[in-house]
């Protein structure tokens, strides 16, 4: 199928990277979930700044998901994960045999939860389904066609659902971006899920200023020394939960400095010595994927799995449960629980595949 690539979502990250690989010579279909997202452009012709300078067209720009597929060797899902089953569902009659779907990123299960639905909607191609640990840009978008790259991490692991095919989904996901490497399953790149960590609870804390919509500086300024203290005791729940189920993850502070080059001793100096933070804005919405992703596919996955392993996770429960009462919505009930997922079955297989016990 050669060199044309579809993105799935024009969001930030969509844009970001149908344009960065668009400069690179690749033909790029970006799919957007309506018709308005569509007419939300100018036209095909998009300008990407920062890390990366330049123009190019994409392909198309369209909410019809077979024309968006159509002849796309890769397919990379940039939609929040809490879309990834409306996502499935409408990509599933679609999708045809070699196609190598990435999840961007799957964030925690993110592919057990693309599988099923896939399966329960008529997939019949044999494709490759992955996800990588992270996304792999800082990136915001504030003008339609004119995304602004602030950084391309480094070092971003990827695993394809079943790992016997995680070698042929990092040669080929290599080809459009440097730096992936493999992961040993989707549990390593799912636990390693520090979306969660960065992004409901220091929302929460700057609540009132980003309902003002003040425009500070979400990870130099909403994160303080405090709040920082709080992410850090957070992450060691995360890295508990993820040790007790056989896997192994980098704190959030040695996680900074592998993909960032961040330096310091703790989670705030690390932080505050990113490059690719310092110009980032809070959201200026509380109805932000930084609550309605993050904890839904973060935070409730751990607390769930966290209770069937015996592990506490005060904090992160609490998160969930201050969400859930500020924005007076069931994050738990509609979140990757145990009645989505058998947890219980999923923790035998990582703890089968990483040799835990």
């Known amino acids: 199928m050669g060199q044309r690539v579809a993105v799935i979502s024009s969001g930030n990250g969509g844009q970001s990277m149908a344009a960065y690989l668009a400069i690179k010579g690749f033909e790029v279909s970006l799919y957007a979930r309506e018709q308005e997202r569509v007419d939300m452009f100018s036209s095909n012709h998009f300008q990407l700044s920062g890390e990366v300078n330049g123009e190019a067209d994409l392909r198309l720009i369209s909410c019809d998901m077979e024309k968006v597929l ?208 310092q110009d980032v804005l809070a959201p200026t919405d509380i109805d932000t994927r930084y609550i309605y992703e993050d904890i839904q596919t973060g935070c409730v996955p751990f607390s769930c799995m966290a209770k069937a392993v015996g592990v506490p996770t005060p904090i992160i429960d609490s998160v969930i449960q201050w969400a859930t009462a500020v924005y007076d919505y069931d994050f738990y009930g509609q979140g990757r629980n145990e009645h989505m997922l058998d947890l219980n079955q999923l923790i035998q297989d990582v703890r089968l595949q990483t040799g835990g016990t």
């Open 70 to 277: 159509e002849g796309a060797g890769v397919v990379l899902v940039t939609t929040p994960a809490q879309y990834h089953p409306a996502v499935a569902k409408a990509m599933a009659p679609f999708l045809v045999d070699g196609q190598l779907v990435v999840l961007n990123p799957g964030r925690t299960l993110g592919t057990y939860v693309f599988d099923k639905t896939l399966r329960e909607n008529g997939l019949k191609g044999r494709i490759i389904l992955a996800e990588t640990e992270t996304f792999l840009f800082t990136c915001r978008c504030i003008t339609p066609g004119y995304p602004i790259l602030y950084a391309i991490k480094h070092d971003v692991k990827l695993a394809a659902h079943d790992p016997a095919n995680t070698p042929q989904a990092v040669e080929r996901m290599g080809q459009l971006f440097p730096s992936i490497l493999p992961a040993g399953s989707v549990f390593e790149t799912g636990l390693a899920n520090i979306g969660m960590i960065f992004h409901p609870l220091p929302i929460l804390m700057n609540i009132t200023r980003v309902e003002a919509k003040e425009g500070f500086h979400f990870y130099t300024e909403g994160i303080s020394p405090l709040v920082a203290n709080i992410l850090q005791r957070m992450d060691a729940e995360r890295v508990a939960v993820a040790q007790a189920v056989g896997a192994q993850v980098l704190p959030a502070t040695q996680w900074l400095k592998l993909h960032y080059g961040s330096t310091g001793d703790d989670l705030y100096s690390c932080i505050q010595s990113t490059d690719a933070y």
